[in-house]
């Protein structure tokens, strides 16, 4: 069976002199969690936009749901997109809206279904995410979790077959942390669809993702099991799931002798 994304020799760059993805390869089997981590500014980021034809490849081939997505139209992106669900990082819920309009939004969009059919579509959501009782408050009126889990509702409205999680982690506390990495698990499973989580929690990611692309600087530079990635001998993937200050990332910024700028002070 096909992949449902398949990245080829992937290079992107806004700037020819500054390229942010260099020579990436990837393939996600359907049904699976899969995991893209790696520091901040590696271009973790940048390659889920590319995946979701925010952004189109400047070399190489990105293959998603059966399309490369440098040969589709404005219209043929829509159609790719309305097969997935996307989790921004904080949520991103519409702050002038109920959480009931907030998960109506997309299938009012799209599916124009009747008022009795759209009611019972948004509160099966709202239930799987366990906030059927919230439909009546707002974002404001909501702890950070839940809201997180709001937007979770919101992102499988249409029942996607390709979830994506801009940094789905990103300042919870361990109850939430944990009702979310839940969810992302249960819900992957009980709709069949395939997730890409992207985040820098590596720890815990390892413990809901299937496979794990590591990146840094612009590059995949391992990949595997969470198993095989907590056991890597990569030296900056050690470093960086053991939360090491030693290591290929200095903790010093590159300076001149130290010496040198004690001299230049005293003078």
Not at 48 to 54: D, H, N, Q, T
Not at 106 to 112: A, D, F, G, I, N
Not at 140 to 153: D, I
Not at 169 to 184: A, E, K
């Amino acid at each position: 069976m096909q992949p449902i994304v398949e990245i080829r020799k992937l290079a992107f760059a806004y700037d020819p002199a500054r390229p942010v993805l260099r020579d990436i390869d990837l393939a996600i089997e359907r049904g699976s969690v899969v995991g893209i981590m790696g520091q901040s500014g590696c271009g973790k980021t940048t390659l889920l936009r590319v995946i979701m034809g925010a952004l189109r490849p400047t070399a190489g081939e990105a293959r998603v749901l059966g399309h490369d997505t440098r040969k589709l139209d404005t219209e043929g992106l829509y159609a790719m997109r309305r097969k997935m669900g996307m989790l921004f990082q904080f949520g991103a819920l519409f702050t002038d809206m109920s959480v009931y309009e907030n998960v109506a939004f997309p299938l009012r969009e799209h599916v124009k279904p009747p008022d009795e059919l759209l009611n019972d579509l948004v509160m099966m959501k709202l239930h799987a995410v366990g906030l059927r009782g919230a439909a009546h408050l707002t974002p404001t009126e909501l702890s950070g979790g839940m809201a997180r889990r709001v937007a979770l509702a919101r992102s499988i409205a249409l029942d996607p077959q390709l979830i994506l999680y801009d940094e789905p982690f990103t300042g919870l506390d361990p109850i939430s942390f944990g009702v979310i990495v839940r969810l992302i698990r249960n819900l992957n499973d009980s709709l069949g669809a395939t997730s890409i989580i992207v985040t820098h929690d590596v720890q815990e990611a390892l413990g809901v993702v299937d496979y794990v692309y590591f990146m840094a600087a612009g590059r995949v530079i391992a990949q595997g099991t969470p198993a095989e990635i907590r056991s890597s001998a990569e030296p900056f993937v050690r470093q960086f799931v053991n939360g090491s200050s030693d290591g290929p990332v200095p903790f010093h910024y590159p300076a001149p002798g130290y010496d040198a700028d004690l001299e230049l002070a005293a003078s």
